[in-house]
Each structure stands twice: as C-alpha cells, then as structure tokens.
C-alpha cells in the first residue's frame, strides 16, 4: 500500500466497534494519485490480484517499463527520502486530516503497508477492540495485530513479508486497566509485591495464529 494509515476505534455495543479510516493509502489506486505521477513522467506497471493472476503484486511506478532496473519500482505515491522517484511524481507531501475526539472514540491504530496489505479496517478494528473490551493493554492489542498480520503474510506470500510496524493509542480509561488484568501482559506494577498481588497468577493471553519462532523470514523489498 503506502503512507501508514492510523485507524479509529468507536465503541457501539461492547464488544463491538466502527472503524473510522482517518486517512487513505497513497497508492496508484487511487486517481489523484495516479494521474499526479503520470502528468510528471512516471509509468504504472499492472496490478496483480490472487483472485485474477493467482498472486498478489502492487501497481508500481517506473521510468519506463522497457526497463524496470531503472527504477524506481515503489508501490506507493508518496514517500519521505525516496529522492531517486521524485522527478516520476512521487512526493513527500504529508496527508494532514482532522478528527475531534468525541466520548465514543476508543482507540487509534497506526500502522504500516505490512499491517494494511491483507487487514481491512474493520478487522483491525476488531482485534485491537477485542483487547481494549478484555482490559487488556495497548501492547497486548498491538500485538495480537501484528501477529495476525504475520500470519497474513505467510499464507499470502510464503516466506517473504513487508516491514509491519504498529502503534496502538488508548483514548480512554477504563477501570478493567486498573485490575490484575492489567499486568497479565507484563505491564509492571512497582506497588503489586506490596499489594501481595502476583500478575504471574493470570494466564498470559494467546496471540491469535502466532508464528513459530524459526520461521523464515525474507528481507522487504522497497515499497
């Protein structure tokens, strides 16, 4: 996809929540995009779909396609440092977007292409909503999606996976954070041995389809 994409959390009937996009993927699939970097020169190469080609490849901007080892070969239309794809249209340029936070605003999720390849809002939303509902930490929901979004990868595409990367924001306190639950995922608590509390006592939560520890992993290729 491109830029990371932060994701709101809106909490209907607990559990369940709306996912609100704040922001859109700065790809060639959408047309402002498209046509900025073909006004300045650059050429898409084709999409590929599983359903239609049987794997999965982005749409990416090249010189020329007679040529692709002259790059630069990114599958998303706006990027900071990637100076060699500027005179092809692609730009530094940040999407700026405004959200008031309001009392039903739960959560927020920003993450990387590797999170947002395989993973619609509404999943997201649904995994981190299910760990904000248990009381658990913003870690442990952190977690729980880049695991999912591994395993997404692997099933997808085998050994080879882009970065994923993941920052979960709580907006809102709740009185299950203030429990042992709280410490389940080891978050510290430097008054709990005075307490006598032992967050050893609670079973750690499972990570949903987490991958074997050995399991291969290629290098990403620039996005």
């Given at each position: ?30 047309s402002d ?27 990416r901007v ?69 760990i904000f ?91």
């Open positions: 996809d491109g830029a990371p994409g932060p994701q709101g959390g809106v909490e209907e009937e607990e559990p369940a929540f709306d996912a609100i996009d704040l922001t859109h993927d700065h790809n060639f699939e959408h995009e498209r046509e900025r970097v073909i006004a300045a020169g650059g050429v898409l190469s084709e999409s590929r779909s599983p359903e239609k080609h049987g794997y999965f490849e982005p749409s090249y010189r020329t396609l007679a040529d692709t080892s002259l790059g630069p070969g990114l599958a998303m239309s706006r990027s900071i440092g990637d100076c060699d794809a500027t005179e092809v249209g692609v730009v530094p340029t940040p999407e700026v977007a405004r959200h008031e936070i309001g009392a039903d605003d739960c959560f927020l999720i920003l993450a990387s292409d590797g999170v947002w390849e395989f993973i619609e809002s509404d999943e997201a939303v649904d995994i981190v909503g299910g509902a248990k009381g658990w930490s913003a870690e442990a929901a952190c977690k729980h999606l880049i695991a999912r979004a591994a395993v997404e990868w692997m099933q997808e595409e085998g050994n080879y996976r882009d970065d994923i990367t993941c920052i979960v924001v709580y907006l809102s306190c709740r009185k299950e954070m203030a429990s042992d639950s709280w410490r389940d995922y080891g978050i510290d608590d430097e008054d709990g041995e005075e307490n006598g509390d032992d967050p050893g006592n609670s079973p750690e939560p499972s990570l949903p389809g987490t991958l074997p520890e050995s399991a291969p992993v290629t290098p990403g290729r620039s996005r």
